[in-house]
């Protein structure tokens, strides 16, 4: 007989060297896997840290349009105050014996409103020019910043940290450009509106127009088994794409002298009522005092100088307009009970959208210019 030992050794090489070879494509496919989705995270980082750019812009033109009004405001009131002193109107009373010192006197009344109404003017007028600064912020400075952003992405990074952007991909960025149609949040109580994709309305200046960009994260991977028993697995590209855009993404109304501010003890508003007649900028009894919540007066004394930061106080009850009755809002028959300062506006933010369709054509020198665009 012939001998059989050791016949089973070829059999149980094979066997090592097939689950070897099995093991190696498992760990090569996991790892490109891995480097896809790391592609696509670098990409969605980068496209919505670009358009941060210009969210920030109109966020900040916003807060500062806001901060104008608020002065304006108070302008208004104070300069109707300042006409009914000089009118010897609104509650203030004159000695008759020409002297300063009784209770509430004008003349101390005007000088308090007339310090104030300067000071105001002055902050409205640095508002007005800030916002002018602002405003000057071009479509093409906004590219530009973006660019370099992009560039900032590779060169301020970091592995042992989130410093910056992946330092293993370059990014490719695609030419910004101007989003045709209005898309975004607006809710309020009357309903909803996300825009539709409705056209944007003629004649809005090309800066002000929210921009969509497109970005490739592109990395060179060599396979960490590419010289194992010399089997030579070449390298290959991980490849992300993603796009974003600027979106208004949440809208509301606020009413600063009723909605209470959560960083001022006990219920403040945030814009509580101020007595500008007042050097002291404190209510007096004999003319006025300041209205809590809606500042509805009621049958209280109102005082005529000061700045009140009301929001109307609505009395809504499902009806029909009665005839020669108060108007009706959507169905809700609305009684307007005082003064009202208040802002309806949105804040902006990125928003991530589907890449672009068609070919994206590469920076030269990018190792993106060696993968083939023209598929969507």
């Not at 660019?147 to 410093?163: K, Q, R, V």
């Not at 993404?249 to 960083?263: I, K, L, R």
Request: glycine share 8%.
């Amino acid at each position: 007989m012939h001998g059989q030992r050791g016949q089973t050794i070829p059999v149980w090489t094979f066997g090592l060297i097939t689950t070897l070879m099995l093991t190696i494509m498992v760990f090569n496919y996991a790892n490109t896997v891995r480097w896809s989705i790391r592609a696509q995270n670098a990409a969605d980082a980068v496209s919505q840290g670009i358009m941060s750019v210009q969210t920030q812009h109109y966020n900040q033109m916003l807060m500062t349009l806001h901060a104008a009004a608020i002065e304006e405001y108070r302008i208004r009131r104070t300069l109707n105050a300042l006409l009914e002193v000089i009118q010897g109107s609104g509650g203030c009373q004159i000695s008759a014996t020409g002297t300063t010192g009784v209770p509430f006197d004008c003349q101390i009344v005007y000088s308090s409103l007339r310090s104030n109404y300067i000071a105001e003017v002055t902050r409205y007028t640095q508002l007005v020019q800030q916002m002018q600064a602002i405003s000057n912020y071009t479509q093409a400075q906004q590219i530009a910043d973006m660019n370099t952003i992009a560039t900032s992405f590779e060169t301020n990074c970091t592995t042992t940290g989130p410093t910056g952007g992946d330092c293993a991909f370059t990014y490719t960025v695609a030419q910004p450009t101007a989003r045709p149609n209005i898309s975004g949040a607006l809710i309020d109580a009357a309903g909803e509106d996300n825009g539709n994709g409705r056209a944007l309305p003629a004649g809005i200046a090309q800066d002000l127009k929210a921009l969509q960009i497109e970005v490739i994260a592109c990395a060179k991977v060599n396979s960490p088994f590419g010289s194992f028993f010399k089997l030579a697995i070449q390298p290959y590209y991980a490849i992300g794409r993603a796009a974003a855009t600027s979106a208004m993404v949440t809208q509301e109304w606020f009413a600063p002298g009723a909605q209470t501010n959560p960083n001022s003890p006990g219920t403040t508003a945030f814009q509580p009522s101020e007595f500008v007649e007042s050097p002291t900028n404190s209510s007096n009894a004999s003319i006025g005092y300041s209205y809590s919540g809606f500042c509805n007066s009621g049958n209280a004394q109102y005082d005529w100088y000061a700045v009140h930061w009301c929001s109307n106080a609505y009395t809504s009850v499902f009806s029909t307009p009665a005839p020669g009755g108060p108007p009706v809002y959507g169905g809700y028959q609305t009684n307007v009970q005082s003064d009202e300062y208040s802002v309806w506006t949105g804040w902006w933010g990125v928003l991530p959208i589907a890449p672009y369709t068609g070919a994206f054509t590469p920076v030269a020198g990018n190792c993106a210019q060696n993968v083939n665009w023209n598929a969507n």
